[in-house]
């Protein structure tokens, strides 16, 4: 296992668990079979399918963050991950096929995912995807009900006003 990317995602997450244990074997793999190394740019985007522990790894250590738009959420529930570097213009999806069905403890679990060669724990497959749009800055609206401001691609009309996501009554949570 990679020492110093554990100690990496450990420090950022807060704790030490399986799930987060998935996220840095998911970043071993990407090294391994992408040929790219950690970076803290842009060119490497994440499409991760869960919000789980391990999604923080993938932020500590391959810097794919929300906030710089190259870490994107497409909830899915899966434990799967798709990297794309845009430099070489590849993509490649990494799918978890193992889980403890029990037999291990918590730790021992979190063991073997760290120990294992990442073939044991992944499905590496490439993968053609369309390239996710840059991070776009929209203009921001102030709702004509709360009066409260949101960015222009939130926003919804209701009976011919403009509002947020909180006053739209039809607003279904999550996605
Ligand atoms: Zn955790
Ligand atoms: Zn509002």
Redesign the pocket.
């Known amino acids: 296992m990679n020492q110093q990317y554990w100690d990496k995602a450990r420090a950022f997450?807060g704790?030490a668990?399986p799930?987060?244990a998935i996220g840095v074997k998911v970043c071993e793999a990407v090294v391994e079979k992408m040929g790219v190394s950690p970076s803290f740019d842009e060119e490497l985007v994440c499409i991760t399918e869960n919000d789980a522990?391990g999604v923080d790894a993938i932020q500590a250590i391959m810097g794919c963050t929300m906030g710089k738009g190259n870490l994107i959420y497409r909830p899915t529930g899966k434990s799967g991950y798709t990297f794309i570097d845009r430099k070489a213009g590849r993509a490649m999806r990494f799918y978890c096929k193992v889980r403890n069905s029990g037999a291990m403890t918590r730790e021992a679990y979190q063991e073997h995912i760290l120990n294992a060669a990442v073939d044991e724990i992944f499905d590496c497959q490439g993968v053609k995807i369309p390239e996710p749009e840059p991070a776009r800055i929209f203009s921001t609206i102030t709702c004509e009900v709360c009066g409260e401001a949101a960015s222009e691609n939130r926003m919804r009309l209701q009976e011919g006003k403009k509002v947020c996501l909180d006053c739209f009554k039809e607003y279904h949570r999550g996605w």
């Open positions: 997450h704790h668990c799930g987060l522990c």
